[in-house]
């Protein structure tokens, strides 16, 4: 995963992981409900953020720590790391286009030929 800002506040990201935990505790009262796979993965995001932030601080006993919550949920989640890289190719134009994208005051234009 990409690392995060390093500004980001450890207090945000607890707050969204609270927030979190409170909507699906809210969602799931009285009912026998189960994750879904985004919210796995939205849950791993922010645990890998909260570990990336706790290295960051030379914490590593928690980074340790979220770093395997967050490999739990992307797991859970269904993630099998990033998409693979594809060749593509696009057909060669048939007829060339030439365009003069020069600013010039208005009705001065030059048309090529």
């Known amino acids: 995963m990409a690392s995060p800002a390093p500004n ?3 207090w945000t990201l607890r707050a ?5 935990k409170v ?4 969602a799931s009262v009285g009912r026998q409900t189960e994750l879904t796979p985004e919210t796995h993965i939205y849950l791993a ?3 890998d953020r909260l570990s990336h932030q706790y290295c960051l601080r030379a ?4 980074a340790t720590r ?3 919550l967050a490999a739990q949920h992307y797991r859970a ?8 890289a594809a060749a593509l190719a696009m057909p060669r134009p ?12 208005h009705g001065t234009r030059q048309h090529i030929a």
């Open 8 to 10: 980001e506040s450890l």
């Open 94 to 105: 048939v007829k060339w286009v030439f365009d003069e994208a020069v600013s010039r005051p």
């Open 23 to 26: 909507l699906i505790w809210t």
């Open 77 to 84: 989640g269904g993630w099998n790391g990033p998409p693979f």
């Open 59 to 62: 914490r590593h006993a928690k």
């Open 45 to 47: 995001n922010l645990y």
């Open 16 to 20: 969204d992981i609270v927030g979190a």
């Open 66 to 68: 979220f770093a395997r």
